[in-house]
T-cell receptor, first 112, second 114 residues
């Protein structure tokens, strides 16, 4: 019940494309959903986060869409750039759990 | 305005030795979390500490692993009698307080067991 399922495992898009990463959760007590970006040799960096009372949140070129009834959320990266090439993790928190429950990660490659 | 500082960045140990990983949280943060990441996998929660207290150690192996966050000084993750399976990247995160506060991560310690 603590899992967060993430897909796809890897993704290749051309520069300017819109990669979409999807996540699903089971625990309805989760109430905070951050996304992290990780470059090789670095720690995860908080990218954007959403709470379930909001259906969409935008920060720059990054947009989270949230479907509370389906228990799904997704990350869209507009006008993707080669510098966006990284591994992206969706995550969930809440229900009295302070820990972050991570998805399995999506390795994104943006080719010029 | 330093972020979460972890050291060492790389640590090599032989089987049976002890590994000590250190984490200094961001300024103003009193909550520390340790996670482990195996190659090509997501991060898995190990332990959550506040100053001088272990709050949640549900992800920590029962044997050989321990963690502390003393009143003064960094948080320490200690692995005794290391085995090859302990090879991983260990990340520390910190947050300002309770509730769903964003956790900020360090760049990790990469532990290799020979």
């Amino acid at each position: 019940q603590q899992q967060v399922k993430q897909s796809p495992q890897s993704l290749i898009v051309q520069k300017g494309g819109i990669p979409i990463i999807n996540c699903a959760y089971e625990n309805t007590a989760f109430d905070y959903f951050p996304w992290y970006q990780q470059f090789p040799g670095k720690g995860p960096a908080l990218l954007i986060a959403i709470r379930p009372d909001v259906s969409e949140k935008k920060e720059g070129r990054f947009t989270i869409s949230f479907n509370k009834s389906a228990k799904q959320f997704s990350l869209h990266i507009m006008d993707s750039q080669p510098g966006d090439s990284a591994t992206y993790f969706c995550a969930a928190m809440g229900g009295g759990y302070q820990k972050v429950t991570f998805g399995t990660g999506t390795k994104l490659q943006v080719i010029p | 305005n330093a972020g979460v500082m972890q050291n060492p960045r790389h640590l090599v140990r032989r089987r049976g030795q002890e590994a000590r990983l250190r984490c200094s949280p961001m300024k103003g943060h009193s909550h520390v979390y340790w996670y482990r990441q195996l190659p090509e996998e997501g991060l898995k929660f190990m332990v959550y500490l506040q100053k001088e207290n272990i709050i949640d150690e549900s992800g920590m192996p029962k044997e050989r692993f321990s963690a502390e966050f003393p009143k003064e000084g960094p948080s320490i993750l200690r692995i005794q009698q290391v085995v090859r399976g302990d090879s991983a990247a260990y990340f520390c995160a910190s947050s300002r307080g309770q509730g769903n506060q964003p956790q900020h991560f360090g760049d990790g310690t990469r532990l290799s067991i020979l």
